[in-house]
């Protein structure tokens, strides 16, 4: 008489090679995803981001800016970096806007903490609202961080040089410092460009700051004042308002 078979029952080494095939087939799996994680194309780069670069006459309409601020594109702010040229390049453009058009809350935050004060002096002083305007034209040109104004009044030409400044308090903010300016400075430059006459200016400096240092040697004193009216304060007197000199 033949045994009856519980199908229920499998034998020890069915059942050995059931576990091991299913072993089998999730290792191989798992060795399939690492294969195809191994093989996927890495993702592709963040987007570059791209800045639209714009004209000097552009950002001056784009920002319904004075008529009156002029700026060669061969002058214009030029570090390499495009985003921060053209942030650079809407700054000084505000800046002199401001200036020319006596808005002190624009004018304020981009200004050195010495510049403020003179600024504050000369809007309590009554001279700060009509300080643009018997400004005909403000040639505006850099070089590296350095920045020459030129303001035409009447028949003569006034400047100011600046230097690009981080503020302490938003290094987001531009700032521009006033650099030390002396009388008739105008007529110790030569050239029509902005670089040279920048050079000039500073070597103009350096040489009489120099000179100070000797004794019994009078020194032409620097001024302080820099509006853009052009009056020479006394001598050993500096005046203080932001962007004049002669």
Do not use: H
């Not at 002058?75 to 808005?103: I, T, Y």
């Not at 030390?180 to 110790?188: E, R, S, V």
């Not at 009489?208 to 007197?237: F, I, N, T």
């Amino acid at each position: 008489m033949t045994p009856s078979r519980n199908p229920s029952v499998r034998r020890p080494d069915a059942i050995g090679a059931t576990l091991l095939v299913a072993v089998l087939a999730v290792a191989g799996c798992g060795k399939k995803e690492e294969d195809q994680a191994a093989q996927a194309p890495p993702p592709p780069p963040a987007p570059v981001e791209t800045v639209k670069v714009e004209s000097v006459e552009e950002v001056v309409t784009r920002l319904g800016l004075d008529k009156r601020l002029r700026m060669e594109e061969s002058e214009r702010p030029s570090s390499g970096d495009a985003a921060s040229d053209m942030k650079r390049l809407e700054a000084l453009l505000v800046f002199f806007d401001a200036m020319l058009n006596a808005k002190e809350d624009a004018l304020k935050p981009m200004l050195s903490a010495r510049d403020k004060a003179t600024l504050e002096t000369m809007v309590k002083g009554g001279e700060w609202k009509t300080l643009g305007q018997d400004v005909d034209r403000v040639s505006i040109g850099c070089a590296g961080p350095d920045v020459l104004a030129v303001f035409l009044v009447g028949d003569k030409f006034q400047g100011q040089l600046w230097t690009f400044a981080e503020s302490k308090d938003n290094p987001d903010q531009i700032q521009l410092e006033a650099q030390p300016n002396w009388p008739n400075m105008m007529d110790k430059l030569s050239g029509t460009t902005a670089e040279p006459r920048i050079k000039q200016w500073m070597a103009y400096t350096r040489s009489s700051l120099e000179e100070s240092k000797k004794p019994d040697v009078p020194l032409e004193s620097a001024q302080e004042d820099r509006s853009v009216k052009g009056e020479e304060p006394a001598s050993g007197q500096p005046g203080g308002t932001p962007g004049k000199s002669n």
